[in-house]
């Protein structure tokens, strides 16, 4: 089975924080992802991975870094927390290959709420 | 810009009815479309993923449905049992320019919230 984990399911941070969220899938997956989700707005992408060191921004960058380092894990980066980022996020990863587009696998979400 | 919609956002049935979910997106030119179950507070379960070329898929009581011409998919829940209570959530993969450029990502409907009675 994959499995994607997340290293926080809750964390609470002050504002102005820098804010560290890590993902980790064990199935060798290309593709990595980063999204929040909010109530009335449902999830929305924030940043995205090809491969190791490469990143692409997605619909809401503003306000995130990601690293990438080695190919299991994904960093989402918040540089300076504000309350507005107060949500939760949820880490998805999938293979690439032979011109198919595979199902996306998630993590179990990291409820980060900002004060 | 891809859009994607589902109806109804909320439903409540008894147990034991059949039911569907229906979801609808703008632009047809996708690579596939993959059904999702979320519980409270927790993260997203695949539930059935159909690619462009195919128009269904079964797993158990889940059937779903594409047809990419019209822009539609349909979750089909067969006797349905409290334990599906849930929100069931539609994404579709397609090529979507974001900010940085091009490349592909899921994009997401809001979900249908689903509560069944026993």
């Known amino acids: 089975d994959v499995k994607v984990t997340q290293s926080s399911r809750y964390l609470v941070k002050r504002t102005g924080e820098k804010v560290f969220l890590e993902c980790v899938q064990d199935?060798?997956?290309?593709?990595m992802f980063w999204y929040r989700q909010d109530p009335g707005l449902g999830l929305r992408l924030i940043y995205f991975?090809?491969?190791?060191?490469?990143?692409e921004k997605g619909d809401i960058p503003e306000g995130y870094s990601v690293s990438r380092e080695k190919k299991e894990r994904f960093s989402l980066i918040l540089e300076s927390a504000s309350t507005n980022q107060t949500s939760m996020y949820l880490c998805a990863s999938n293979p690439t290959g032979g011109g198919l587009h595979y199902e996306q696998y998630f993590g179990p979400g990291t409820r980060l709420t900002v004060t | 810009k891809q859009e994607v919609t589902q109806i109804p956002a909320a439903l409540s049935v008894p147990e034991g009815e059949n039911l569907v979910l229906n979801c609808s997106f703008t632009?047809?030119?996708?690579?596939?479309l993959q059904w999702f179950r979320q519980d409270p507070g927790k993260g997203l379960t695949s539930l059935l993923l159909?690619?462009?070329?195919?128009r269904e898929q079964t797993s158990g009581r889940l059937n779903a449905s594409l047809d990419k011409s019209s822009g539609r998919s349909t979750l089909y829940i067969a006797a349905s049992q409290p334990g599906d209570s849930a929100t069931y959530l539609c994404?579709?993969?397609?090529?979507?320019?974001?900010?940085?450029?091009?490349?592909?990502?899921?994009?997401f409907g809001k979900g249908t919230h689903l509560i069944i009675q026993p």
């Open positions: 991975s090809y491969d190791v060191k490469m990143k």
């Open positions: 159909i690619q462009s070329s195919q």
């Open positions: 199935m060798d997956h290309e593709n």
């Open positions: 994404a579709v993969r397609a090529i979507q320019m974001y900010s940085g450029g091009g490349a592909d990502g899921l994009t």
């Open positions: 632009d047809s030119a996708i690579y596939n």
